[in-house]
């Protein structure tokens, strides 16, 4: 009687397998209807209200009229003009600026009060009137349309009544031509804030007259966006506004009675212009863009008649005010502080070229709609497409946030719009953010179930695979899924061959290793007296189906007989016993080091000498010559598959888990589709013959792969970097270049690896029969020379090479439609 088996005969693998599909379908069944119903937190529930959110929200902080709302749209109108840039003023504004440089000139006077007497109104401060009144009746003199004097004489002369009457004269005598500012005050009463305008003295109010307002409002920004005409209805608005509806009509009629200071100035120059479409000045650039000359050079004779013979002043529109930092005349403005002469000399250029830029959606309601409705449109931008990543969703945002931008810049610059910008840019970001944060939390959140699901659903099917855990089927379907946590279900039935002894006599250590459909032991013969150690290679077919597990027992079976006719050469490994009910055999345990590791010191090749590479060529041909007599292919001949014996130094050809008696083969299976199963998945790329892995393998196609090994045993690199030398054209090896050989190895090797196997030795007693000359040659001359040549680098560290795991034999003996572990 056997031993006890630790695997059922085939009829029970049949039957465990039936109970296993099963439960296994039904249970993929169940738990895939499971994992349908996730309910998950989607993306358009929360985003579309938070989107609506950022709409809503954004469209009534424009219809409130938010000072955040106007903070950020003013910064926005500024940041286009820096963007534009300056632009060429009309030159019919001319500014005549009282500056440090005029002012510093009062020392020449000091110095030589003789020769430059008319600097002397100069020498005061503030000046004398009288030195305005010399530059307006030199610059109307010169042919000057009008001058506008940013300076409020609202007071008598600190220097006495004649520097007034010199000043009335000179604006008497160019009366409605010369402008004069005045300006609104607040008086904070006990009753109250009570608004009054700063006028001229009455005798600078002359008939004509030509006299307007310099306040400009100041924005959320803190900068003059707006012409002073805004200022006066701005305050009666407020005052509306607060429940002073007398004093608001009060201040109403008294704006009225005065226009601004640069319609004054344009009046005065009987120029005319269209009423401004818009409220905002279009600001011409930064300071000085306007042309600007110093006031003292009015009154330097030398100077003057320069610019007199120049025509600098003639039709223009002088503008007389202060640039010093001395008067503290300076304002905010889009580009930056600018002195209050020059915010007149821009608003003026505006009207004169009728540049005013108005706003595109003048009620608010209208804007806070658009708004609204912008942003929505974005949102809807956003979600086109159904399978959409969170991240993409934020880019689509940012794109469409920066292409409203340059919409409104493209209105600002070219058609002088204004459209709303910052608020519904933001709003449109945030509504990216607002999808880019829940999608990000949504794929959190599924990730989470995911796994929470994976893992219910990996316990539940571990538990399943426990409960059939001694069926080969599920053994076998562990192994081939390569999942390291499930091969702990079977860590049980591993150990249920380690420690027996088959046979009743050869005790198994441990587990050597493992193939796709087998496992390979380590054990020892106890009927020896010295107890050898020996190897138990245990086939584990993947398809347990009845025509497959007849077909694997019939093919174990021959290939046991193979093994054992094999075994008598001294340089193949014997077969010492095999059980056909439980598919194992023994075979000897060969105790070396594999060629591979030969030719591989730590991660460096090595390169043979030719003299050894000639000993390996005819041992191994010497060894296939044998096999092929006996009618068996090896088909997956490489370095690892040999070892170099320890007790004698000879190599062993080891794992024939690929060999086929191809002729019984072709009668006993009978079916073309197995047989091109079987044989096209058997070799190892790189060492295979191109028939061979065509599944055509020849008994040639052995000697193929010997001479690969030797071309890698002379040329130091690997198959695969030798398989990319290839000829284009006829397909050839190329490795001669690589290293200096002999003609007639090099001629040998040549000819065992020809791409076309007629072409090649036809037999491994041919290419031993070149072989034998230039190994004689060789060892003569070896002995002549009597040299010692350095042993063959090896590792000491690496351990003995051991006979490999059970190959992959029977992966197809039969189509992988019939493996079916689901039930489908």
Not at 160 to 171: I, S, V
Not at 416 to 433: D, E, F, K, Q, Y
Request: charged share 20%; glycine share 6%.
């Amino acid at each position: 009687m056997p031993p006890e088996s630790s695997h059922p005969q085939a009829e029970t693998l049949v039957a465990d397998s039936t109970k296993f599909k099963h439960h296994w379908r039904n249970f993929v069944r169940s738990h895939f209807a499971a994992w349908q119903q996730i309910n998950i937190l989607k993306v358009s529930t929360v985003g579309h209200g938070l989107l609506t959110i950022c709409a809503v929200t954004a469209g009534l902080s424009v219809v409130t009229g938010s000072t955040l709302s106007h903070l950020l749209e003013r910064q926005v109108q500024s940041w286009f003009f820096n963007i534009r840039g300056a632009v060429v003023p009309p030159s019919e504004v001319i500014i005549v600026k009282i500056d440090e440089y005029s002012n510093s000139q009062a020392s020449n006077y000091t110095a030589d009060p003789k020769k430059y007497a008319y600097l002397e109104p100069l020498t005061t401060s503030p000046w004398k009137r009288t030195a305005y009144a010399q530059a307006i009746d030199r610059l109307m003199s010169a042919g000057a349309k009008s001058v506008a004097v940013d300076l409020i004489f609202d007071l008598p002369s600190s220097h006495g009544t004649q520097d007034d009457l010199r000043l009335q004269k000179t604006l008497q005598r160019y009366a409605g031509r010369v402008t004069l500012p005045i300006q609104y005050a607040e008086d904070n009463l006990p009753t109250g804030i009570v608004q009054r305008v700063i006028l001229p003295q009455d005798l600078f109010q002359t008939q004509p007259s030509s006299i307007g307002s310099i306040n400009y409002p100041v924005e959320a920004n803190e900068a003059i966006h707006t012409f002073a005409s805004e200022y006066p209805r701005r305050v009666e608005s407020n005052l509306a506004r607060a429940g002073n509806f007398q004093d608001a009509k009060i201040f109403a009629r008294m704006a009225n009675q005065y226009p601004t200071f640069a319609e004054a100035a344009l009046d005065a120059a009987k120029l005319t212009y269209q009423a401004p479409k818009g409220e905002n000045i279009f600001f011409y650039g930064s300071p000085e863009t306007f042309t600007q000359i110093s006031f003292w050079e009015l009154l330097d004779p030398e100077t003057w008649e320069n610019h007199r013979r120049q025509k600098t002043f003639e039709g223009k529109i002088v503008l007389i005010g202060p640039t010093a930092a001395s008067y503290q005349d300076f304002h905010f403005t889009p580009f930056g502080k600018m002195s209050g002469v020059e915010v007149n000399a821009n608003a003026i250029a505006t009207l004169l070229e009728n540049r005013s830029i108005s706003t595109a959606i003048p009620s608010l309601p209208a804007q806070g709609v658009f708004v609204a409705v912008l942003v929505l449109v974005a949102g809807y931008m956003q979600n086109r497409g159904r399978k959409i990543s969170p991240l993409s969703r934020f880019a689509i945002a940012i794109a469409l946030a920066l292409g409203w931008v340059s919409i409104s810049y493209s209105l600002f610059v070219a058609g002088r719009l204004i459209l709303p910008t910052a608020i519904p840019v933001g709003a449109i970001v945030l509504s990216g953010v607002s999808y880019l944060v829940v999608g990000i939390r949504n794929e959190r959140l599924q990730q989470q179930q995911a796994d929470q699901q994976r893992q219910l659903v990996e316990q539940q099917r571990r538990q399943a695979l426990q409960q059939y855990s001694e069926s080969p089927e599920v053994q076998n379907f562990i192994r081939a899924s390569g999942d390291s946590d499930l091969q702990t279900v079977i860590d049980g039935q591993n150990q249920g061959i380690i420690g027996r002894k088959l046979d009743g006599r050869y005790e198994v250590l441990a587990e050597l290793g493992s193939g796709g459909f087998g496992k390979t032991y380590k054990a020892r013969d106890t009927y020896q007296p010295s107890n050898p150690l020996c190897v138990v290679k245990q086939l584990r077919p993947v398809n347990t189906k009845p025509r497959a597990l007849k077909l694997a027992t019939n093919l174990f079976a021959r290939e046991a007989k193979t093994l054992e006719f094999l075994g008598e050469h001294d340089q193949i490994p014997r077969l010492l016993a095999y059980r056909e009910d439980e598919l194992y055999l023994v075979q000897d345990y060969i105790e070396g080091q594999s060629l591979q590791r030969e030719l591989i010191l730590g991660k460096l090749p090595v390169r043979l000498p030719e003299r050894k590479v000639v000993d390996i060529l005819q041992d191994l041909l010497q060894v296939l010559e044998f096999v092929h007599e006996e009618g068996v292919i090896h088909r997956d001949i490489k370095p690892a598959n040999i070892i170099r014996r320890q007790s004698d130094g000879k190599l062993v050809l080891i794992d024939f888990g690929a060999v086929k008696e191809i002729e019984r083969q072709l009668e006993q299976v009978g079916d073309a589709q197995l047989v091109y199963q079987a044989t096209v998945a058997i070799g190892t790329d790189g060492f295979m013959a191109p028939e061979q892995a065509h599944g055509h393998p020849r008994f040639n196609s052995d000697v193929y792969s010997v001479g690969i090994i030797g071309i890698l045993a002379l040329t130091g690199i690997s198959a695969q970097d030798l398989n990319q030398t290839r000829d284009s054209q006829t397909s050839e090896l190329c490795w001669k270049e690589n290293v200096h050989v002999s003609h007639a190895l090099a001629e040998i090797l040549d000819k065992m690896v020809r791409f076309n196997f007629s072409a090649r030795y036809q037999s491994a007693t041919e290419a031993l029969a070149d072989l034998e000359p230039l190994a004689s040659l060789t060892k003569k001359l070896w002995e002549q020379t009597n040299a010692t040549e350095p042993p063959t680098p090896e590792n000491s560290q690496l351990t003995l090479e051991e006979t490999k795991a059970w190959p992959q034999t029977f992966s197809a003996d039969l189509p992988q439609s019939d493996v079916d572990l689901t039930g489908e």
